[in-house]
């Protein structure tokens, strides 16, 4: 067992209760603690923690001068969804956390990869060779994740578990016939209860806004307003989907886009450079020609890239063809000829199910032949033609074995999310962490 890490947690709303859990946890073991909190709704009552005061105006500096600023601008939700006009914040924010962490040396860092203080948590703690880890679901195998270096999707340390090949082929199989689904898409029940905590998470935000918070949090106009425009355009999308009912058996080549939910960093960090789905949109239907159709297919839980802009580009465009919320993927994926993605989970999925799958950020499923990264988009007629011409690679069961195995090596079993409390999960992420910490 590692005795002794100094051990720094950055705060994240409601993820900040399952932090603590782990310190606690962590600390009986031996190790120091210690906080960073931005959102001052949230400040753990234990010792060691840090809490950034909210700046006032003569802390904002509309000169960026950081290379990294712009980065973190391109995936921060408060100025691509919530409204902000301004990153003028960044630089106290920089600063602020430089100060703490030099103050704290820490070991290792374990927080998100979503806000845009833990943005610059990660910049820092780069320049400073200080590893940060981002522990979220692997996706497959269920019930299982990964700790994830900095702002990327390459996993650190894991497990070593290794599935029976009988036991891979199972769950393998059970994924392709979609008997079973990622631990994040099961749809939850809404029962009171859920809508009580709603409320009180609602009335808390609110009350964190007014009392300075306005860099993670929009405004209660900004929200209601950006709830009812997506509201508006899951009925706009939906209407054009009727209308397009027979399109999808249309006998033509059609790609599989399937819509990534937005903000999330899923896409809007670790899908950086592609995080803008309407242009994304725009350079296939530009690098196809007239020939191949675009399936679009929504998230089951749309948020604000279901876009106005975008509704309004597809409307025009006839090669489109738009899939209503109701419409399982089951039903949609026998149907397309390939599959184009930038970090969905799709991607695990059709190289299980060998169909045809193109990426646009490398990740290690590209390690896998059956699933490509496209550099630049004019490549991607090459990869149709490959797919025409029964050229794309596929692979054996052995191989799909030895990429499940890969995952499960480098994963850890438990669900590292405040919504997951009970004792036993607890305790087997308390031990993933212990494992990581001894790497």
């Keep these: 067992m590692a005795i002794g890490r100094r051990i720094l947690f950055v705060e994240n709303r409601y993820r900040t209760y399952f932090w603590e859990e782990m310190a606690n946890r962590l600390e009986k073991d031996g190790h120091e603690i210690y906080f960073i909190v931005e959102n001052h709704a949230f400040v753990p009552k ?12 003569k802390n904002l500096n509309e ?11 391109c995936s921060d939700r408060a100025i691509n969804y919530f409204e902000l006009t301004s990153s003028n914040h960044y630089e106290y924010y920089y600063e602020q956390i430089k100060a703490y962490i030099i103050k704290i040396k820490p070991d290792i860092v374990f927080g998100e990869s979503t806000a845009f203080h833990e943005l610059l948590t990660i910049e820092i703690c ?19 994740f990964s700790f994830y270096k900095y702002d990327t999707l390459e996993p650190y340390g894991g497990s070593e578990e290794v599935l029976s090949e009988m036991n891979a082929m199972e769950i393998v199989n059970n994924i392709v016939r979609r008997a079973i689904v990622p631990d994040y898409m099961k749809k939850k029940k809404v029962k009171f209860s859920t809508r009580y905590a709603r409320l009180k998470e609602l009335i808390k935000l609110t009350l964190a806004y007014y009392g300075g918070e306005r860099y993670d949090t929009p405004s209660p106009i900004v929200k209601y307003f950006l709830e009812k425009r997506k509201k508006q355009n899951i009925l706009r999308w939906n209407e054009l989907a009727n209308n397009q009912l027979k399109k999808i058996e249309l006998s033509v080549f059609k790609i599989l886009y399937p819509l990534q939910m937005q903000p999330e960093a899923n896409l809007d960090v670790w899908g950086r450079k592609c995080n803008n789905q309407l242009q994304v949109i725009k350079n296939i239907i530009q690098e196809t020609d007239e020939r191949i159709y675009l399936v679009v297919k929504p998230n089951p839980k749309s948020k604000y890239e279901l876009s106005s802009e975008l509704i309004d580009y597809i409307q025009q465009e006839e090669r489109i063809i738009v899939v209503h919320h109701d419409v399982r993927m089951n039903e949609i994926f026998p149907k397309v000829d390939m599959v184009i993605t930038v970090t969905g989970t799709i991607t695990m999925e059709c190289i299980w199910a060998n169909k045809p799958v193109v990426t646009l950020v490398r990740t290690l499923y590209n390690d896998v032949a059956n699933a490509i990264f496209l550099e630049k988009f004019n490549d991607l007629q090459l990869c149709i033609d490959m797919v025409r011409k029964n050229e794309f690679p596929c692979i054996d069961d052995k191989q799909k074995v030895a990429f499940l195995n890969r995952i499960t090596r480098t994963s850890f079993a438990g669900m590292p999310y405040e919504i997951n409390m009970d004792e036993n999960n607890l305790e087997q992420c308390k031990i993933a962490f212990e494992k990581v910490l001894q790497v």
């Excluded at 923690?49 to 700046?55: G, R």
């Design 126 to 144: 780069k320049g400073d060779n200080i590893l940060y880890l981002h522990p979220s679901s692997c996706r497959y195998p269920v019930g299982r």
């Design 63 to 73: 000169i960026n001068s950081r290379i990294e600023f712009e980065k973190i601008k």
């Design 46 to 57: 234990r010792k060691n923690v840090y809490v950034i005061p909210y700046p006032v105006r």
